[in-house]
């Protein structure tokens, strides 16, 4: 058995490394680095419960490992493979000319990025008693992870009509690349973000901030898709991006800031969602007034 489950892990590794990175939002590097700061920020309990749960990979596909960055890669491969039906979850596209975000009719089948988020922290919520929540759990954990990191994507919470950019093919540094494709993987290299070097340079500065009483996901949610109308979508003139244009530096410099903001951003929500979940401030009856109530 023992053997198996080596063969098994190096599988996986070996096809996390051959997995194209701009199947990664934020890339790898990105995510990694908003789990690995987000954990750096918890408290000793809420670190106990991390580990404890990150655990339970062992009941979902036999990979217990306590390392959290690495375990909040998984959703991106999961949803090629094991997790078909999860696709949706990791993005919410709102009609273009729209400024304001209704879940009614932006999710109206129940399948996108806050139904994703919702769903993991009602299953970290809730106590196991069996295998098979305890396979559940060890997922809802590697989602909740991927998932805020996605959230603060831009154009993770941007148009329909465009695919979140990804059918805008454009010229960045150089090479033809589509728009989506530059906030996943391209800005956060060009920053020069890498994990785990740059993750003392995305934890907070100064004595950690308490996890406060409550978390709420709409305003997160609002604030990234008026990044994405504002700026991932239009040069610094005004104009709206469309295929074919280049992006100077202007662009450029005004984004990266903007990347590092929203993973400095990512990792902090994270961690205060860990703690309420870990100090049992957080449960099911209490989470949608808590969590997604409007700004």
Known sequence: MRYI???????CFSFWALWPASAFAWGKPGHQLVCSVAETQLDATSRQWLKTTLALGEFLDGNGSDNFADACLWADVAKYSSHRDSYELHFINIPAGIETIDLARDCAAMDCLTVGIRRSLVYLSQDSHGKREDARKAAALRYLGHL??????????????????????????????????????????QAGLSYPASINRLKPKGPRAPATDSV??????QHSFELARTTAY?????QLIVSGDGLNAA?????????????????????????????????VDTMDSLVFKPE
């Open 5 to 11: 489950r080596l063969i098994y892990l190096s599988f």
């Open 148 to 189: 805020v990191g996605d959230l603060h994507q831009p154009l993770h919470v941007s148009h329909e009509e465009d695919w979140g950019g990804n059918k805008i093919k454009i010229t960045g540094f150089g090479a033809p690349t589509n728009l989506h494709s530059l906030w996943d993987v391209i800005l956060v290299n």
């Open 216 to 221: 709420q996901i709409m305003p997160w949610l």
């Open 234 to 238: 239009r040069h610094t003139n005004g």
């Open 251 to 283: 662009y450029i410099a005004r984004a990266l800031p903007m990347v590092e903001g929203q993973l400095t951003s990512a990792a902090h929500h994270l961690a205060s969602l860990l703690t309420q979940v870990a100090n049992g401030r957080l449960t």
